[in-house]
C-alpha cells in the first residue's frame, strides 16, 4: 500500500506556535476555549506527529491569558482555568477548573464522567463497564492519549518514546455537543455512510449454498420484507476442508466452492436483487498454504511458494499490508463484494510496540475501500477514541436475554460522549439465552431506532431471526418493523450527512437538556435525530394489560407518537404502554419526518415518493439531503430540499431540490400527513383544490410535483382543537383487552366517563388498587393532551 494512500486521511499534527507554553520538561497547549494538551517529558521530548487519537492540533489560537509566578502557572480561557506548579504532574500540582464548577486534578478518578463506549459487547450480559467520554456531569473530562501509536510524516506508523505524558482535558461544562465537535476537530469526523448501509441487514453464522442464500432472499422478497446488505459469515471460505497440519478454519481467503460453486455468479444475483455484500474476515492466522492465493503472496513478500510455510498476519509489514488488499481482498472484490467485516478478536499487541492490529485493520480497510474515489465502507470492532472516522462498528457477539437488550440503548446513545455513532449490534442477540418470542421483537423494533440494524444469529439452528419462525403476532410485528426501517432511511440518510458535521445520529437525552436533572434519569431513552426521540420498550408485558411500560422523560414542548398518533404535553415524566405492535417513538411539536413511500422500500436509491409526517402543533422546518452515493467524504454532491410548516397560515411549503441533476427524481410523488383529525374545510395544492384522506388522528394530502426543481405549497386549515379527545375510546380497548376482574373494570370506566376534574379520577382509580399495570395504562391516556 503506498504512502499516497496512507495519506488520504488529512492530518495536521502540529499546534499553532502561539498555542503553545513550555518548560524543560512540560508542555501546555491552549486547543481551543475548553481544551488542553497537557504534556511531561522526563527526556524534554515533546511529540508532534499525529497520533491515533489526535490528527489536527493545527487549530486557531484561542484567546487566553497567562499569569506566571515562582510557585506555579496560570491559563484562563473563557471556560477553564489551569493552576500548575511547573513540576512533574501531580494532584497537588496540576488542577483545571471549569466555570461550571468542575474540578480535575492530575491522576484521579472521574466518577462524574458520562461514560463513552467499550471495545465489545462479547458475552456481555447485561450492564458492563464503559471507557469514559468527553461529556462529563461535572463538566470536565480528560482523554489519555499516552499510549496511542503515531503515524509519522509519510503516514506510516510509528511507536511512542516510553515514559511521556500526553493528556487532552475537555473543560466545555455542559455543552456536551460543543465537546463532542471538539473531539471531532481534534481526532477526525465520521463519514458520510452509502445510503443502502442504513437499511436491514441479514446476517447469521450459518453455512449456506448458493441456492439456500438466494431462496432465503427470494422468501424475504415474497413476505416484503426489504433488506439492503447481504452479509455472509465466516463459511463463506474454507473452514471444514482446511488440512489439519495448518490449524483452524477460522482464517481464510479462498472459496469453498463445495457451498458455493460460482462466487462471481452467487455475489452477481445479490446484487441484482438490489444487496449491497460483505463477507466475514479473522485474519489472525495469516495466509497459509492451502490459499487459493497463497503464491502469489508468498513471492510478494519473499518467501519461497514451495516452502510450505504460513505467512503471517503482520500489517506493520509494508509489504505484507501491499499483498493483503492487493492480492487477497481486490481479486474478491472483482468478483462482487462491496465491503468487509473485520472480525479481530486476537489482543491489541503487534511488533510494533503500542500499535494494535485492531487499530491497523480499522484504519487501511476504510482507506482502501475509499480509493479510486469511492465512498468509503469499513465494518469493525471498536478500538479507541477515534474510531469514529472509520464507519461502522460492529459490538460484537451479545447474548439473549432481556439484561442484554436493557442495556443496549444506554451503551448506544452514551457512545455519543465519544463521538462513536455508527454502532452495528447483533441485533436479537447472537448467542446463548432462550427462546423469546417477546425479546425477539422488542430487540427488532429496538433495531429501527439503531444506528445500524443488522439480524443476527449464532451458529445454532434454534436461534433464527426470519419472521416467518414465529407464530402470528411477533411475525406481523417484526415485519411492520423491517418494513418501517427501510421508510425512516430518507430521515437516517439526512442524519447521517448531519453526523459527519458533529452530531451522532443517536445521542442521550441530557445533550438536549443539560441542565434538566430529569435527562440523567432517562439512560434507556435517546434523540434519534433532530426530530424524533424514542423511550424503547426493554421488559416484558404485563400479564394483565398484555402490554409494556417504559419509563420516560418528556422535555417542554408537545410530542406524538408516530404510530398511535397520540400527543403529550412535555416538561415531565411519563409512563408509557405499548402493545407488541410499537414502541414509542414521539415526534417534536413541528417536527416534520420523510419517509419513503409505502410501497418505495429501495434502499439503495434516492425514492420517486416520498411520505412527510408532520407534527402540526408548532412550526417547524426540515432540510432533506440526498447525494449520488459516490465520493470519499470530500467531493459529495449532495442534494437539499427544504421542508416549511407555518402553523399560524397551516402552509407546508416543499422548496425546490438544490444541487446538480441527475441526483433526485425529476418528478416525484409527495403525501403530506398531518398527525391531526381532519380538517374542517379543503386542502389547496398551490392555490387548487385537492382530495383530503385519512382517519381520525392522521389525514393526507398527496402532491404529485411534475419538477422537483420548483416550490410546491400544500395549505390545510385545520380545526379547533387539532386533536379531539378520544381517550374514552383508547382506556375502553385497554380495560377490554385487560386479563382482570370484569366488574372492577367496570368500576373503572365508570370512573372514567364520570364527570369531573382529572385528579379526582386519578384518586379514585388509585383507590380501587387495581394492578399497578393496569392503572399505569389508564392514566398515561387520561394524561395524554386532549387539544
Do not use: C
Not at 427501510?486 to 453526523?499: D, K
Not at 447525494?627 to 397560515?649: H, I
Not at 383487552?737 to 370512573?751: G, V
Amino acid at each position: 500500500m503506498t504512502t499516497a494512500a496512507l495519506s488520504r486521511i488529512p492530518a495536521h499534527p502540529r499546534a499553532q506556535d502561539a498555542s503553545v507554553l513550555r518548560g524543560d520538561h512540560w508542555r501546555v497547549t491552549v486547543l481551543t476555549e475548553g481544551l488542553l494538551r497537557l504534556e511531561w517529558s522526563e527526556d524534554g521530548g515533546f511529540e508532534d506527529r499525529a497520533s491515533s487519537f489526535a490528527l489536527h492540533r493545527d487549530r486557531p489560537t484561542p484567546e487566553f491569558t497567562v499569569r506566571e509566578s515562582d510557585d506555579a502557572l496560570e491559563v484562563s480561557t473563557g471556560r477553564l482555568h489551569l493552576l500548575y506548579d511547573r513540576r512533574e504532574f501531580s494532584a497537588n500540582g496540576l488542577v483545571v477548573t471549569a466555570p461550571a464548577g468542575g474540578r480535575w486534578r492530575f491522576g484521579e478518578r472521574r466518577p462524574d464522567n458520562l461514560g463513552g463506549t467499550a471495545r465489545t459487547l462479547d458475552d456481555a450480559d447485561g450492564r458492563i463497564p464503559l471507557e469514559d467520554g468527553v461529556a462529563a456531569r461535572d463538566g470536565i473530562a480528560v482523554i489519555d492519549d499516552s499510549a496511542s501509536f503515531l503515524f509519522d510524516e509519510e503516514g506510516w506508523v510509528a511507536s511512542r518514546e516510553p515514559g511521556r505524558l500526553d493528556l487532552y482535558v475537555f473543560a466545555y461544562g455542559h455543552d456536551y455537543g460543543e465537546a463532542v465537535q471538539a473531539l471531532y476537530a481534534l481526532s477526525g469526523r465520521p463519514p458520510v455512510l452509502p445510503r443502502w448501509a442504513l437499511g436491514n441487514w441479514w446476517s447469521r453464522y450459518h453455512a449456506y449454498t448458493t441456492d439456500t442464500y438466494l431462496d432465503l432472499f427470494d422468501r424475504f422478497d415474497a413476505e416484503k420484507l426489504p433488506f439492503s446488505v447481504a452479509v455472509i459469515d465466516m463459511d463463506w471460505h474454507r473452514v471444514d476442508s482446511v488440512p489439519p497440519r495448518y490449524g483452524t478454519g477460522w482464517t481464510g481467503y479462498s472459496w469453498e466452492r463445495e457451498l458455493i460453486p460460482d462466487p462471481a455468479a452467487f455475489l452477481g444475483e445479490l446484487h441484482r436483487r438490489g444487496l449491497r455484500t460483505t463477507l466475514n474476515l479473522h485474519p489472525a492466522d495469516g495466509v497459509r498454504p492451502f490459499e487459493d492465493a497463497y503464491p502469489e503472496v508468498a513471492r510478494a513478500v519473499g518467501v519461497d511458494p514451495a516452502s510450505d510455510a504460513t505467512i503471517p498476519f503482520d500489517l506493520t509489514d509494508r509489504a505484507f499490508l501491499d499483498a493483503y488488499f492487493r492480492l487477497l481482498h481486490h481479486p474478491l472484490e472483482d468478483q462482487g463484494v462491496d465491503f468487509w467485516w473485520v472480525d479481530w478478536q486476537q489482543g491489541s499487541t503487534s511488533r510494533i510496540p503500542d500499535v494494535d492490529p485492531l487499530w491497523l485493520l480499522n484504519h487501511f480497510h476504510f482507506l482502501d475501500s475509499g480509493r479510486e474515489g469511492r465512498r468509503p465502507m469499513a465494518f469493525s470492532r471498536y478500538a479507541g477514541p477515534g474510531s469514529q472516522r472509520y464507519g461502522v462498528g460492529f459490538s460484537g457477539d451479545t447474548v439473549v436475554s432481556w439484561e442484554s437488550l436493557a442495556f443496549q440503548p444506554e451503551f448506544t446513545a452514551s457512545s455519543a460522549n465519544i463521538g462513536y455513532g455508527w454502532w452495528s449490534h447483533d441485533i436479537g442477540g447472537h448467542t446463548r439465552g432462550v427462546r423469546d418470542d417477546e425479546l425477539a421483537t422488542r430487540w427488532i423494533q429496538l433495531g429501527v431506532f439503531s444506528p445500524i440494524l443488522r439480524l443476527h444469529s449464532a451458529n445454532n439452528p434454534f436461534i433464527r431471526k426470519e419472521p416467518w419462525q414465529f407464530p402470528s403476532e411477533p411475525r406481523q410485528a417484526m415485519g411492520d418493523a423491517l418494513r418501517f426501517r427501510h421508510r425512516l432511511v430518507p430521515y437516517l440518510h439526512t442524519m447521517n450527512h448531519v453526523a459527519a458535521t458533529g452530531t451522532p445520529l443517536v445521542r442521550p437525552m441530557y445533550h438536549v437538556a443539560p441542565e434538566r436533572h430529569e435527562a440523567y434519569d432517562v439512560p434507556n431513552q435517546f434523540t434519534f435525530g433532530s426530530e424524533l426521540i424514542v423511550a424503547p420498550v426493554t421488559t416484558r408485558r404485563d400479564e394483565v394489560t398484555l402490554l409494556s411500560s417504559t419509563p420516560a422523560w418528556l422535555p417542554p414542548g408537545t410530542w406524538t407518537d408516530i404510530f398511535t398518533g397520540t400527543v403529550y404535553d412535555g416538561d415531565r415524566h411519563i409512563e408509557l404502554h405499548r402493545g407488541l405492535d410499537g414502541v414509542p417513538a414521539l415526534l417534536r411539536g413541528g417536527g416534520i419526518l420523510p419517509l419513503t413511500g409505502p410501497d418505495d422500500l429501495d434502499a439503495t436509491r434516492n425514492p420517486d415518493h416520498l411520505e412527510l409526517l408532520v407534527a402540526p402543533s408548532d412550526s417547524g422546518t426540515f432540510t432533506l439531503v440526498e447525494d449520488d452515493g459516490q465520493g470519499d467524504g470530500t467531493n459529495l454532491r449532495t442534494v437539499t430540499t427544504r421542508l416549511e410548516w407555518n402553523a399560524e397560515s397551516g402552509a407546508l411549503r416543499i422548496g425546490p431540490a438544490d444541487g446538480p441533476d441527475g441526483i433526485v427524481p425529476a418528478a416525484r410523488t409527495w403525501t403530506v400527513t398531518f398527525l391531526a383529525d381532519l380538517p374542517t374545510g379543503t386542502a389547496l395544492v398551490d392555490g387548487e383544490p385537492s382530495e383530503i384522506t385519512g382517519r381520525p388522528g392522521r389525514f393526507s394530502v398527496t402532491v404529485e410535483a411534475a419538477d422537483t426543481s420548483g416550490v410546491t405549497r400544500v395549505e390545510v386549515k385545520l380545526g379547533s382543537p387539532l386533536h379531539p379527545d378520544r381517550t374514552r375510546d383508547t382506556i375502553q380497548g385497554i380495560l377490554a383487552a385487560a386479563q382482570f376482574d370484569n366488574p372492577t373494570k367496570l368500576e373503572m370506566w365508570r370512573i372514567v366517563t364520570s364527570p369531573g376534574p382529572l385528579t379526582s379520577k386519578i384518586s379514585a382509580l388509585h383507590a380501587l388498587r387495581v394492578p399497578a399495570g393496569l392503572l399505569g395504562a389508564v392514566v398515561e391516556q387520561l394524561t395524554a393532551r386532549e387539544g
